[in-house]
Structure formats: structure tokens, C-alpha cells
């Protein structure tokens, strides 16, 4: 890929790993310090409030171009840091894979009982 950060989202973290902007396009490589791999945990505690943000976002309101309906989860993230959560990452070491379709489940799969899904992916 001739220009990386064409495809990447601003991910940046202070020392503590909490997140201070996500899902923005960077213009620099030093807006990319992680990979949003679109997994979140909310604790019990903070459900409610989760929910109560949601419902208080503006419907009618662009978020990052985008509409309400159409809104991406880093949005809605960076959406709760600028309300003032704390919102930390929890690194992942030896990456990950991501699955978007059955077709890519059975691919790993296949590639997992062909003894073969280490050369794509090295799990430990």
C-alpha cells in the first residue's frame, strides 16, 4: 500500500492507555498508536449510564459525516471521552483476526484443520 495511513483511524493513548481520540483520519503516524479491533466492555455499573449517553446523543447531529443511524461505534466512543469517561485500552499482543463473514470463519476453519493457520496468523 503505497499511502498506510489512507486506511487507518487515529487511535491515540496517553501513558495510562486511556484513549483520547479514536476513529479520526490521522495525518501523521504518530495519531496510530493501536488498532481499534471493535471490541468494548462496559462494566455492570456503568450499563445504565452507557445507555443514558446514547439516548442523549443528538439524533439530528453528523458524527464524523455520518448520520445517527448510520454513526460508527469509534464515533459514539469519542462521543463518551468528550462527555468526560475514562476510556482505556486493553492491548492485544500477537494480533488477532477479524471476522466480518461466515465465509471468513470458514476460511479459518479450513485453514486451522489444514494445520496451515499459522502462516497467516502466528497464535501462541
Request: aromatic share 10%; proline share 2%.
Amino acid at each position: 500500500m503505497d499511502d498506510p495511513l489512507s486506511d487507518a483511524e487515529t487511535f491515540v493513548m496517553d501513558e495510562k492507555q486511556h484513549v483520547l481520540e479514536l476513529g479520526k483520519k490521522p495525518r501523521f503516524y504518530d495519531q496510530v498508536h493501536a488498532q481499534y479491533i471493535g471490541l468494548i466492555r462496559i462494566r455492570g455499573d456503568k450499563v445504565s449510564d452507557l445507555v443514558a449517553a446514547y439516548d442523549g446523543i443528538d439524533p439530528d447531529a453528523k458524527y464524523d459525516g455520518r448520520s445517527f443511524d448510520n454513526m460508527h461505534m469509534t464515533s459514539f466512543i469519542q462521543q463518551l471521552i468528550d462527555g468526560g469517561w475514562l476510556v482505556k485500552a486493553c492491548l492485544v499482543e500477537n494480533g488477532w483476526l477479524e471476522v466480518d463473514t461466515v465465509r471468513e470463519l470458514d476460511t479459518y476453519a479450513h485453514l486451522a484443520e489444514e494445520g496451515e493457520l499459522n502462516s497467516y496468523y502466528k497464535i501462541l
